[in-house]
C-alpha cells in the first residue's frame, strides 16, 4: 500500500531553473512531512520538513509548499546547481507512531550545465 | 552519519545461508529502524526498535528478524536468505518526531 505517491520518477533540470517535486498523501493522521536528499552510495539525509499547520517553509533554495485539502506537497528547489543532483525522497509521519516515515519512490534529480 | 556505523558495507552469500547486518550507535538515541532501498520502491521500512528488547514489524518484515539488546546495537538477521534480498539495507536513529539519521547502508547481494 503505497501511502505516499510522488512524483515525478526523475527531473532534468539547467542550472539555475526550478526544481519541483510533488508528493500526495492518502492518510489524514499525517502530521510531520520531512524531504529527505540522497546522494550516489551515502544515505539519506534530512534537508526541510513542515508541519500541516503552515503551507510553506524555506530554508535557503529549498521551499516546501503545503496543500492540507489536496493531501498535496511538493519541493522546490530555486535557482538549482549541479550539486543538487541527487535523489530526493518526501515521507511522512504522524504522533504516536515511533517515528516512522513512510517514503515516496524517490525522485532522481539531474541539474545540467 | 551522526554516529551511525553498518557492518559490513558489502555482503555477498549465497541462497539459504544466514546472515545478520549490524547497526551501531553513538547518539543514544531511542529509535531505530532498518530499511531496506530498491529501485523503483523507495525505502520500506522492515522493522524498528522503540527500546531495548522493544522491537516491531514495518511493512516488509517476512524473512527477517531483528534483536536489540543494547541501546547502541540493532540487528537485522535473514535467516535463509533469498535472491529477493538483494538490496541496499540502510539502519536509522531518531530521537525527535520524522527527524531520522541515516547510517551508510550495506550492500548485500544474495547468489
Known amino acids: 500500500q503505497q501511502q505516499v505517491k510522488q512524483s515525478p520518477q526523475s527531473l532534468i533540470v539547467q542550472k539555475g531553473g526550478i526544481s519541483i517535486i510533488n508528493c500526495a498523501y492518502e492518510n489524514t493522521a499525517f502530521d510531520y512531512f520531512p524531504w529527505y536528499q540522497q546522494f550516489p552510495g551515502k544515505g539519506p539525509a534530512l534537508l526541510i520538513a513542515i508541519r500541516p499547520d503552515v503551507s510553506e517553509k524555506k530554508e535557503g533554495r529549498f521551499t516546501i509548499s503545503f496543500n492540507k485539502s489536496a493531501k498535496q506537497f511538493s519541493l522546490h528547489i530555486m535557482d538549482s546547481q549541479p550539486g543538487d543532483s541527487a535523489t530526493y525522497f518526501c515521507?511522512?509521519?504522524?504522533?504516536?507512531?515511533?517515528?516512522?516515515?513512510?517514503f515516496g519512490t524517490g525522485t532522481r534529480l539531474q541539474v545540467t550545465l | 552519519d551522526a554516529g551511525i556505523t553498518q557492518s559490513p558495507r558489502h555482503k555477498v552469500t549465497e541462497t539459504g545461508t544466514p546472515v545478520t547486518l549490524r547497526c551501531h550507535q553513538t547518539?543514544?538515541?531511542?529509535?531505530m529502524y532498518w530499511y531496506r532501498q530498491d529501485p523503483g520502491h523507495g525505502l520500506r521500512l522492515i522493522h524498528y526498535s522503540y527500546g531495548v528488547k522493544d522491537t516491531d514489524k514495518g511493512e516488509v518484515s517476512d524473512g527477517y528478524s531483528v534483536s536489540r539488546s543494547k541501546t547502541e546495537d540493532f540487528l537485522l538477521t535473514l535467516e535463509s536468505a533469498t535472491s529477493s534480498q538483494t538490496s541496499v539495507y540502510f539502519c536509522?536513529?531518531?530521537?525527535?518526531?520524522?527527524?531520522?539519521?541515516f547510517g551508510p547502508g550495506t550492500r548485500l547481494t544474495v547468489l
Open positions: 547518539e543514544n538515541h531511542r529509535y
Open positions: 515521507a511522512a509521519t504522524s504522533t504516536g507512531t515511533a517515528s516512522k516515515l513512510t
Open positions: 536509522a536513529i531518531s530521537e525527535s518526531k520524522g527527524m531520522q539519521f
